[in-house]
């Protein structure tokens, strides 16, 4: 079935540092691929999404590649802050869905040091 | 306005208790979703409605009931729920397509001693 494959966590890195986190996932078809971002005490939000083949998706500094040759939408950024600190959910809409029923990866905690 | 809201925020029952979680949209959507959040892990997808009927239910027990009184009201209502119950309750909202972002609400932090 569909699924979604994210690095583990959690990742601890130094303000300004480059970001990765991997997304990798598992579908027939072209699903849409989002970023959504957790903040402690919160609810989901989405950070980015793409919804066909080499789409890019980009808010706030973050940036994802929908890369179907490699079934991949890393997430990314030139420069984190400690605001960034958070739990980041990759997440695919399978092409077969009409209620846009999304299907999470575990998640990654980012800590963001000064 | 893309405010998803849940009341309330939080709910602490006993295990004969009946309550009930409340959820609102003002954005026109026509798909409303609950999910069940424990703690470090993703949410799971627990019900979905569609036009305001259930369309997906995911082997769900019935202790947990949902409800779509109208196109922007979600009800879930809770009836002799077990400790392992315990969890953030998030409702979400979209148009629908599997393009389309999911708007979630705050959620309800739910305690069931």
């Known amino acids: 079935g569909d699924s979604v494959t994210q690095m583990e966590g959690p990742v601890t890195l130094s303000e300004e540092a480059f970001l990765t986190i991997n997304c990798t996932y598992t579908a027939t078809g072209y699903p849409s691929l989002f970023w959504y971002v957790q903040y402690p005490g919160e609810g989901l939000q989405l950070l980015l999404k793409?919804?066909?083949?080499?789409d890019k998706g980009s808010n706030k500094g973050f940036e994802a590649t929908y890369r179907k040759e490699t079934t991949s939408f890393h997430l990314e950024k030139g420069s984190v802050q400690v605001s960034d600190s958070a739990v980041y959910f990759c997440?695919?809409?399978?092409?077969?869905?009409?209620?846009?029923?999304?299907?999470f990866g575990q998640g990654t905690t980012l800590q963001v040091k000064p | 306005d893309t405010e998803v809201t849940q009341t309330p925020k939080h709910l602490v029952m006993g295990m004969t208790n009946k309550k009930s979680l409340k959820c609102e949209q003002h954005m026109g959507h026509r798909a409303m979703y609950w999910y069940k959040q424990k703690a470090k892990k993703p949410p799971e997808l627990m019900f979905v409605?569609?036009?305001?009927?259930?369309?997906i239910n995911e082997s769900v027990p019935s202790r947990f009931s949902p409800e779509c009184p109208n196109s922007s009201l979600l009800n879930l209502h809770l009836h002799a729920l077990q400790p392992e119950d315990s969890a953030l309750y998030l409702c979400?909202?979209?148009?629908?397509?599997?393009?389309?972002?999911?708007?979630f609400g705050p959620g309800t932090r739910l305690t069931v001693l």
């Open positions: 997440a695919l809409s399978p092409p077969s869905s009409n209620t846009g029923k999304l299907i």
């Open positions: 793409a919804t066909k083949a080499d």
């Open positions: 409605y569609s036009y305001e009927k259930l369309s």
């Open positions: 979400a909202s979209s148009q629908g397509r599997r393009t389309d972002t999911q708007y």
